[in-house]
């Protein structure tokens, strides 16, 4: 897939926002612990800073907990998030270190199946400068069958595109997390019921 930046700036790639908000103390501490276990690589301090959100943060709804976080500060607090509150928090970690990181999103079934429904699921893009070029990771979580990995040039996405069920990989890559996950995180209060009727469906 060729991917499409909405900005030209690396720059607008490592703005601070409420969501993405890399000057909270917490952030700072944990990304400077996984600076300190990286070599000087660039591409090492990114492979651990996705497979510590990947890993170490719980998606909700595998947990089937109804907090709901929404801050890259309070994923990291609490270890838990849906997607995109873990995309929040791995922007953080990257932006906190100057690696421009944007956000990439699919439209996928619920469930298995259209029947269930749809939901906007998010995901990061990141610049790596000593390769010259964007790739994309998905920090949602492994499980059964989804299987993400870090990779720097065939994609180990979690989720396969199903265009036979109207499933979409979205090519944009966001400077910000888009408005209707947010809202979706700010007008919720329990996430289980929002993760089955309250995501958005399109962007």
Known sequence: MILICESNSLEDYLMETEEVDFSHLSIKEKTAELYSKSSSYEVDFVKKAYEFV???ISHSWDIQSS???RKASEALYFKEGICYAKSNLLCAILRSRGIPTG?????????DTPDTGYCIHALNAVFLKSQEKWI???ARGNKV???AEFSL???KLAFTIRKEYNEIDYSNIYKQPNPKTINALKQSTDCINMYLHGLPTDL
Not at 103 to 111: K, N, S
């Open 54 to 56: 990947r890993d170490e």
């Open 103 to 111: 956000f990439c999103y699919q439209r996928l079934t619920i469930g």
């Open 153 to 155: 040039n065939d994609e």
């Open 145 to 147: 069958g989804v299987n």
């Open 136 to 138: 994309r990771l998905d």
């Open 67 to 69: 907090r709901i976080t």
